[in-house]
């Protein structure tokens, strides 16, 4: 059973530097052929999916948010970590890691394999 468990800061203030990261259990997050995404779900609005790292270490982004963003990866540690920067309220949502097998972005949660639970972010000051 492959399980993926979202961690990081609840509460960020604004102009920061978000950092989350999803641990993964019951798969590598170099088997091929997934890709590594995080989705987020803003207060009131449909899913946002951000980007994904895939199993070869291939980042793909977001157009709207490709110039404030960074997805990375441990292998070591079987986890990929989101950095979104200058951040605004308006990035607050509940965000989402989730594995995909299909490199075509989605965002729609139930078309990925497997997601984590999700984490509330808030960006305040």
């Known amino acids: 059973q492959v399980q993926l468990q979202e961690s990081g800061p609840g509460l960020v203030k604004p102009s920061q530097t978000l950092s989350l990261t999803c641990t993964v259990s019951?798969?590598?997050?170099?088997?091929?052929?997934?890709?590594w995404s995080w989705i987020r779900q803003p207060p009131g609005k449909g899913m946002e999916w951000i980007g994904y790292?895939?199993?070869?270490?291939?980042?793909y982004y977001s157009p709207s948010l490709k110039s404030r963003i960074s997805i990375s990866r441990d292998t070591s540690k079987n986890q990929f970590t989101l950095q979104l920067r200058s951040v605004t309220p308006e990035d607050t949502a509940v965000y989402y890691c989730?594995?995909?097998?299909?490199?075509?972005?989605?965002?729609?949660?139930?078309?990925?394999?497997?997601w984590g639970q999700g984490t509330q972010v808030t960006v305040s000051s």
């Open positions: 790292i895939a199993y070869t270490g291939k980042t």
């Open positions: 989730a594995r995909h097998s299909d490199s075509r972005p989605s965002n729609y949660l139930h078309e990925y394999d497997y």
């Open positions: 019951g798969d590598s997050i170099t088997t091929d052929v997934y890709y």
